[in-house]
């Protein structure tokens, strides 16, 4: 059973920093890309960032580059998301996702096939 879960969402202050998960099971991380989502209340989903297979190569969206950063741990099935210098327009819920196409590229593919995980929410705030 192909499964994606994400965890490590919460409150924080602004310019805090938090780190996400998204621990991967019933398929191969290693040889499949992972991309993270965000959708924020009123708003589209937007792509955050997304990681290749190995070697790793590393996209951002533009709104937080410099501020996040995506890596994974294929011994721990595990993708993360170091979210540095919060911001308030960071709040929305945090997802991660795969097309398990086995190619390891980024973009991943997004059709009615794509896996998704079912989110964690972050909410920036004083």
């Known amino acids: 059973q192909v499964q994606l879960v994400e965890s490590g969402g919460g409150l924080v202050q602004p310019g805090g920093s938090l780190r996400l998960s998204c621990v991967a099971s019933g398929f191969n991380l290693d040889e499949n890309a992972i991309a993270w989502f965000r959708q924020a209340p009123g708003k589209e989903r937007e792509g955050v960032s997304c990681i290749t297979s190995s070697p790793s190569t590393t996209f951002y969206g533009a709104s937080v580059k410099g501020r996040f950063t995506i890596s994974r741990d294929n011994a721990k099935n595990t993708v993360y998301l170091q979210m540095n210098s919060l911001k308030p327009e960071d709040t929305a819920v945090y997802f991660c996702?795969?097309?398990?196409?086995?190619?390891?590229?980024?973009?991943?593919?997004?059709?009615?096939?794509?896996?998704w995980g079912k989110g964690t929410h972050i909410i920036v705030s004083s």
């Open positions: 996702a795969t097309d398990l196409t086995g190619w390891g590229t980024c973009p991943i593919q997004q059709d009615d096939r794509t896996y």
